[in-house]
């Protein structure tokens, strides 16, 4: 069944896959310098001299500031086209990680980052979401799960190379390389993006053009599931390179777990879009909620045990991949492809919030009580984040159903 307002001629072609791998090449180089970020802590705490919660807002705020701007990102890009968001994009990427190897103290470091990765990354996250969305039909869930893979594949590739550039020649240097790469790779992107043929033309951003996306599904009871389960996965984040040096791991290997949970995130974000038409969706992507809960209790008896904090990580990398994956495609079924935009934009103001709160709290918490409390307070995160959303287990549709969508009035 094709879905209306869309041609077979023009979407799901050859220009559409390449749009794809256009998105993973932009999510590998935005999501990977992000993302190894917990490489990056140890030696920016011991050069500024603050503590975990202080150096955290590095992280914390363009968490915040990207997922929030997805609000406006979304509808803007219906307006200027994706080629533009992604130009932008480039500029404060860049720009951001050039003036972050500069700061000469802490507050200087948190402004660059978090104003340079916050918006470059909010440039080019949904409307890229999005632009996949029109461009695909019949595939589009393993289109978007590809384009997904990117932030697994960066954080793969990303790691190991900002950890030796670190132990090389210092954190300094590494963001300057990785300006380039996320600058050179973004350039790419925007040179064979082009605006979707199936697309319904939007008005300006506006809330009540949200209002009334949203109103076409179990918004709330997403949104909440999302708040939770991402509070829950900023904890390992940015503190397991940490947890794991402070238990005895050398630094080289500790950061290297950040490149088992990219690998693992990387195949569970292509497995699960590859059977979402088989399985369902929903069914993936509630699984993948889940198994959280499960593999942070492995994190706490771990210790320093190395193979148990790789299965961690790997286990994490599966939850955190399957769950961004099938989000697009999941908010497409229950709200339709006319409102992916603004629903996405909204729905990503849950991890905004939780970005800018979790890593500060738990930095705190590990300062003043240790890892344990921390990772319990993660453990109920992630368990509340499935309880809420248990309600939508019986909206699971069977094996082969077709999705209807709906158009925001």
């Known amino acids: 069944m094709q879905r209306q307002g869309a041609r077979s001629d023009t979407v799901d072609t050859g220009r559409a896959w390449l749009i794809a791998v256009a998105a993973l090449v932009a999510n590998a180089a935005g999501w990977g310098t992000m993302n190894s970020f917990g490489a990056f802590l140890p030696a920016m705490t011991d050069e500024f001299q603050r503590g975990l ?49 500069h700061a000469a103290n802490l507050g200087l470091a948190i402004v660059a980052y978090g104003v340079g990765i916050g918006v470059g990354m909010a440039c080019f996250l949904v409307p890229l979401a999005a632009c996949i969305g029109g461009w695909f039909v019949r595939r589009r869930a393993l289109a978007q799960g590809l384009a997904a893979a990117g932030s697994g594949l960066g954080t793969l590739v990303t790691v190991p190379v900002a950890r030796w550039l670190i132990d090389t020649h210092g954190w300094r240097v590494a963001y300057r390389v990785l300006a380039v790469v996320c600058v050179v790779s973004l350039a790419l992107a925007t040179a064979v993006t082009t605006r979707p043929p199936n697309q319904v033309a939007a008005g300006r951003p506006s809330l009540r053009r949200i209002r009334a996306a949203a109103s076409t599904g179990p918004f709330l009871t997403v949104y909440l ?89 790997a286990l994490l990398g599966i939850s955190h991949g399957g769950y961004v994956a099938l989000g697009p495609e999941v908010t497409a079924e229950w709200f339709g492809v006319a409102n992916l935009g603004p629903v996405l934009g909204a729905l990503w103001t849950a991890p905004g919030m939780a970005g800018l709160l979790s890593p500060v709290v738990a930095g705190l918490a590990i300062d003043a009580a240790g890892y344990t409390a921390t990772i319990a307070g993660a453990i109920v995160l992630a368990t509340l984040g499935v309880l809420v959303q248990r309600p939508l287990w019986s909206g699971t549709r069977a094996v082969g159903e077709r999705p209807q969508v709906v158009s925001a009035p």
């Open 225 to 313: 599931g999302g708040l939770f389960i991402t509070g829950a996965l900023y904890v390992p984040f940015v503190f397991l390179v940490r947890f794991a040096t402070d238990h005895g791991v050398a630094s080289r290997d500790a950061a290297l777990l950040l490149s088992v949970l990219g690998g693992s995130n990387v195949v569970s974000r292509l497995v699960t879009t590859g059977f979402a038409g088989r399985l369902g969706a929903v069914r993936l992507y509630l699984g993948c909620f889940a198994l959280l809960p499960l593999s942070l209790g492995l994190w706490m008896v771990a210790g320093g045990s190395y193979p148990l904090l790789a299965l961690f990580a």
């Open 53 to 101: 919660g202080a150096t955290a807002l590095i992280y914390a705020l363009p968490s915040f500031i990207l997922f929030m701007l997805g609000l406006v990102a979304g509808p803007l890009a219906d307006q200027v086209g994706p080629r533009a968001m992604l130009v932008a994009s480039a500029v404060f990427l860049g720009g951001g990680l050039l003036l972050t190897s």
